[in-house]
């Protein structure tokens, strides 16, 4: 996670959650390939190379495509998106109005979050009530 506020996922973070998924439906204990995630997102092998090297981060078509397969609210994953670009810009307002932001929309997600029980744990977070 993001070496600043570990508790807020970025764009590699999001698509790893999404090959764990992957995984865990495949069932065979092979790790997932960026092509297999290129086609369950949708996206060009180029796009995903991109995004999984953090040359860029998911775009808000990318966030919701993100969003429907975690499971999870689209302004969650879209707070968690911009976050990371306001960082990357240097936007110093910008990026701590995005955490505060951030901070209230995923409100639990702690520094051992790993793996696919921690999605489950974090997801079970966000759900109302």
């Known amino acids: 996670m993001d070496a600043g506020n570990d508790r807020i996922p970025t764009t590699i973070d999001l698509l790893n959650m999404v090959k764990e998924l992957i995984a865990k439906e495949k069932g065979d204990g092979k790790p997932v390939s960026d092509y297999a995630l290129s086609k369950r997102l949708g996206f060009s092998s180029q796009r995903v ?36 670009r306001s960082k990357r810009a240097e936007k110093e307002t910008l990026s701590q109005a995005w955490e505060r932001v951030c901070l209230k929309v995923v409100p639990s997600f702690a520094p051992a979050f790993i793996g696919l029980s921690g999605i489950l744990v974090a997801a079970s977070h966000l759900l109302p009530g």
């Open 49 to 84: 190379y991109k995004l999984t090297d953090g040359t860029y981060t998911l775009d808000d078509e990318g966030c919701e495509v993100v969003s429907k397969l975690l499971d999870w609210p689209l302004e969650t994953v879209l707070a968690c998106v911009y976050l990371e």
